[in-house]
């Protein structure tokens, strides 16, 4: 039996989050490709004492289009840049958010790597034909369309 899709299992859009807590959403089909790898769950105590599950990505690769290219919110105002620079300028993407039809989240952490808090040595960008972007985040360099990342 083929499972029928609904919108408690397809994402409508993903929230970009950043170290310094900015959020930038941006809707499916701003995203030309997305793949989330290596994807490992641990149980900790955090820091508000809560015992919680986290997910992280391992290897976390995504093509963006042109449409995405947008001035987001940004602490209840605009942000003075559009996205694609942000992300080029700062290399602090914590984490993502997939929002799906029915409205829950599943929010997922990425690999960090480096001495900094505030930039992360496993980030990665290029620019794509068409004016889109990709963003990689691992360790290792992830192969794509524009060769290794």
């Known amino acids: 039996m083929v499972k029928k899709n609904t919108d408690q299992n397809i994402a409508k859009r993903i929230e970009i989050i950043f170290e310094n807590c900015e959020v930038a959403s941006i809707e499916a089909d701003m995203i030309n490709y997305l793949l989330f790898d290596d994807i490992k769950e641990t149980i900790a105590k955090d820091t508000a ?19 995405a290219d947008i001035i987001y919110d940004s602490f209840g105002g605009r942000s003075d840049q559009t996205l694609f ?21 599943e929010r997922l952490s990425v690999t960090w790597t480096g001495d900094s808090e505030y930039s992360n040595d496993a980030q990665r960008t290029c620019t794509l034909p068409n004016h889109g972007l990709a963003v990689v985040i691992s360790e290792e360099p992830i192969e794509t369309e524009q060769g290794a990342i």
Not at 51 to 63: L, P, V
Not at 93 to 105: C, M, N
């Open 49 to 67: 004492l809560t015992i919680r599950k986290y997910k992280t990505i391992g290897s976390f690769y995504m093509a963006l289009n042109s449409k």
């Open 85 to 105: 620079k942000r992300i080029q300028k700062h290399a602090d993407i914590t984490g993502i958010a997939l929002v799906y039809g029915d409205g829950h989240e």
